[in-house]
């Protein structure tokens, strides 16, 4: 090919004259490529001597196996493809999908008509983005066609600047309240995205520990949801490396990602995206990301609301007041007034709060943190909705200065500020702005 119609990836031209090879293939240069490419992709094929041997098929089936695809040792395109590019052979007729739009009954019903078995959609939607989130009703259409689910979490993963430890314990508290909410049974997998090329460096300082925060805070909630995550190559290996990650939700058609640039599939790969596409037409027409199914992870296939929505809450609530009550020998007052208080941490300290509810105790922060770890908040469920999120810590702040704090202030009561009057000049002054 010359030079000037080289672009450095594998164009159709390239695909077109990608050769076939079994045993007795005399291409002695293609046969090294495909010992190489083996090689890159952590299966040996012993030495790289251009022979097309029995011990080669046997590895390049072995491969063939792991991704997918017909394990019959002969080195076809696709299996030439998925050795030398992430997403591999992007018109390969898959199974999984996952996509940011409601999947009504016709759409359902395209993607069941099409081949399709498990779906990806998300728990929340990104704040002044995209509404993404499932819908009421849609989790009931999409079982009754047939069709399995696997839940994603993704609110600002799309850069470095969002990931860290305590970001990672706020990411699992959010996701595990949504997944609650939703019915998503114990045991089911949650895909936290990792949705940028993360650098070394990236990976090293803001995502590692990100996710050792999702585990530390999944692990107070009881482990009801296991950890997965979305994101390329290099990012799901060192993370799945760590523990941290039980399977992964691969985005390989990012093929010039430098994290997907020759890095194996992780061996615990679920999902494998390769291509976006649509399905379906009129009423029915929806566009997807279609994903390969490994079959690690086929996805919930229905509901369980008969846990109580809120044991997590209480269980952290009675830990907490039980600490004030050692710290305070047995002061109910006095603990009561601590555990509110300690419930203003981190987004309750200002100015404001200090002035309507209180000096915070910081000893008394630093004497829980000790004994049960530095964990996010547990938010409640309404109960009657089953569904609507109470910010918790925002109500016992406002509680500790409706109990413990009473001067006067502009004419009116410091509680009134930390409650609904807050509440108002809060909304007032965001209208404005």
Request: net charge neutral.
């Amino acid at each position: 090919m010359a030079s000037s119609l080289q672009t450095g990836s594998i164009g159709p031209s390239t695909t077109n004259l990608l050769p076939t090879l079994s045993i007795g293939s005399t291409n002695a240069n293609f046969v090294k490529l495909l010992q190489y490419a083996l090689y890159v992709n952590n299966f040996n094929p012993g030495d790289f001597n251009g022979q097309y041997s029995t011990l080669l098929k046997n590895v390049v089936s072995e491969f063939q196996q792991f991704v997918k695809l017909p394990a019959n040792g002969v080195t076809g395109k696709q299996t030439w493809l998925s050795l030398l590019q992430s997403k591999g052979d992007p018109n390969r007729k898959e199974t999984a999908c996952d996509c940011i739009t409601e999947v009504t009954s016709a759409r359902a019903k395209a993607l069941k008509n099409a081949g399709y078995e498990t779906i990806g959609r998300y728990l929340v939607d990104i704040p002044g983005g995209l509404e993404k989130k499932i819908k009421p009703g849609e989790l009931k259409t999409i079982f009754n066609a047939g069709l399995t689910v696997f839940p994603i979490y993704q609110t600002y993963g799309n850069n470095s600047r969002h990931f860290s430890e305590a970001q990672g314990k706020r990411d699992a508290q959010d996701a595990f309240t949504a997944a609650k909410n939703y019915g998503f049974k114990n045991g089911t997998t949650i895909y936290f995205a990792v949705d940028f090329d993360a650098l070394g460096d990236d990976i090293t300082n803001k995502v590692l520990p990100h996710f050792k925060g999702i585990n530390e805070q999944m692990k107070y909630l009881g482990n009801r949801y296991k950890v997965g995550i979305y994101g390329a190559r290099n990012v799901c290996n060192q993370v799945s490396e760590k523990g941290w990650a039980t399977t992964s939700f691969v985005s390989d058609m990012s093929t010039g990602f430098s994290a997907n640039l020759g890095y194996p599939l992780p061996k615990n790969w679920a999902f494998d995206q390769i291509s976006t596409i649509s399905v379906g037409s009129g009423d029915s027409k929806i566009e997807i990301d279609n994903n390969i199914k490994s079959g690690l992870d086929n996805g919930a296939s229905s509901l369980d609301f008969s846990t109580d929505l809120n044991q997590e809450l209480y269980k952290q609530l009675y830990e907490i007041q039980l600490l004030g009550l050692q710290y305070t020998n047995n002061d109910i007052n006095q603990a009561n007034k601590l555990t509110t208080n300690y419930y203003r941490r981190k987004r309750y300290e200002s100015l404001i709060w200090t002035l309507t509810s209180g000096q915070f105790d910081k000893d008394f922060e630093e004497y829980v943190i000790n004994a049960v770890g530095e964990n996010s908040f547990v938010y409640a469920t309404d109960p009657v909705s089953k569904s609507e999120v109470i910010d918790f810590p925002h109500l016992m702040a406002t509680l500790s200065a409706l109990l413990y704090a009473n001067l006067p202030l502009v004419g009116t009561t410091q509680q009134d500020l930390a409650g609904w009057g807050g509440d108002l000049f809060t909304y007032c002054c965001c209208r404005c702005i």
